[in-house]
């Protein structure tokens, strides 16, 4: 079996070490024998239709987001058409912002986002920086939030999780956030794929199960490093008391 994967604009969407969820993907796929191949989709580049099976996007300042906005327009109907199909994605940060209806910066004009969120985001003076726990329909997630933008969603329930320490989508209504079919959209860097294995392996189950139309059952891996990093990231998290809900 094999998957393909398409990373979106990494040579602009590339801090905060998000890279190391493509690495926890091509690493829990090779130890199944699944081949993942990699594409990167760089700026004027056309994702061509039933040309990937998974779909990532990274976080990126303002003035790369604002570079970003220029081209994943483009992209939106095959996206979109995507995400009904069930392709699972994973957005992370600025693509969050972008795969939400727009996001308002201090300064520049609103960058138009591709409206599979719906969502907003809004620039705000105070940074968001800190170990984060959620809870989810996968279970708990643990990450490392660092942003000042303030994410709304029109319809709360499709958050992605609640907030149990940490700020989340905008630090007052306990969202994280967003989920819509089986695109997921989050502030959690980390990276987030290999310290919360269920959600890799979902991505994965689910890419496969609709590519080759049948119940996928992966191997399951020797996991006892990356939970013990999941679980010591929560005790840390929730005995230091930051933003408990």
Same mark, same amino acid.
């Given at each position: 079996?094999?998957?393909? /994967? !398409?990373?979106?604009?990494? +040579? @602009?969407?590339?801090?905060? &070490?998000? #890279?190391?969820?493509?690495? *926890?993907?091509?690493? $829990?796929?090779?130890?199944?024998?699944?081949?993942?191949?990699?594409?990167?989709?760089?700026?004027?580049?056309? /994702? !061509?239709?039933?040309?990937? +099976? @998974?779909?990532?996007?990274? &976080?990126? #300042?303002?003035?790369?987001? *604002?570079?970003?906005? $220029?081209?994943?327009?483009?992209?939106?109907?095959?996206?979109?058409?995507?995400?009904?199909?069930?392709?699972?994605?994973?957005?992370?940060?600025?693509?969050?912002?972008?795969?939400?209806?727009?996001?308002?910066?201090?300064?520049?004009?609103?960058?138009?986002?591709?409206?599979?969120?719906?969502?907003?985001?809004?620039?705000?003076?105070?940074?968001?920086?800190?170990?984060?726990?959620?809870?989810?329909?996968?279970?708990?997630?643990?990450?490392?939030?660092?942003?000042?933008?303030?994410?709304?969603?029109?319809?709360?329930?499709?958050?992605?999780?609640?907030?149990?320490?940490?700020?989340?989508?905008?630090?007052?209504?306990?969202?994280?956030?967003?989920?819509?079919?089986?695109?997921?959209?989050?502030?959690?860097?980390?990276?987030?794929?290999?310290?919360?294995?269920?959600?890799?392996?979902?991505?994965?189950?689910?890419?496969?199960?609709?590519?080759?139309?049948?119940?996928?059952?992966?191997?399951?891996?020797?996991?006892?490093?990356?939970?013990?990093?999941?679980?010591?990231?929560?005790?840390?998290?929730?005995?230091?008391?930051?933003?408990?809900?």
């Amino acid at each position: 079996m094999e998957l393909t /994967l !398409v990373h979106l604009y990494p +040579d @602009l969407l590339n801090i905060y &070490g998000d #890279q190391g969820n493509v690495a *926890a993907l091509n690493y $829990r796929c090779a130890q199944r024998g699944i081949k993942l191949k990699l594409k990167n989709l760089g700026a004027g580049e056309v /994702l !061509v239709a039933g040309s990937f +099976d @998974l779909i990532f996007g990274g &976080g990126g #300042q303002d003035s790369q987001q *604002a570079s970003v906005s $220029r081209y994943l327009p483009g992209q939106s109907a095959v996206l979109k058409q995507a995400a009904r199909r069930g392709v699972p994605m994973l957005t992370i940060c600025g693509s969050y912002q972008l795969f939400g209806r727009y996001f308002k910066p201090f300064t520049g004009p609103i960058l138009k986002g591709i409206g599979i969120f719906p969502a907003y985001t809004v620039a705000s003076k105070t940074r968001k920086i800190g170990n984060i726990v959620i809870t989810t329909s996968l279970g708990k997630l643990v990450g490392f939030e660092n942003h000042s933008g303030n994410t709304f969603l029109d319809q709360p329930g499709l958050a992605l999780g609640r907030v149990m320490a940490g700020n989340g989508n905008n630090g007052t209504d306990q969202t994280e956030g967003c989920r819509v079919n089986n695109v997921f959209g989050c502030y959690l860097h980390g990276s987030l794929l290999p310290k919360n294995p269920p959600l890799a392996d979902y991505l994965i189950t689910t890419a496969l199960e609709l590519k080759y139309r049948r119940q996928i059952n992966l191997r399951p891996l020797d996991d006892r490093l990356e939970w013990q990093a999941h679980q010591t990231a929560v005790k840390i998290c929730l005995k230091s008391g930051w933003r408990n809900w």
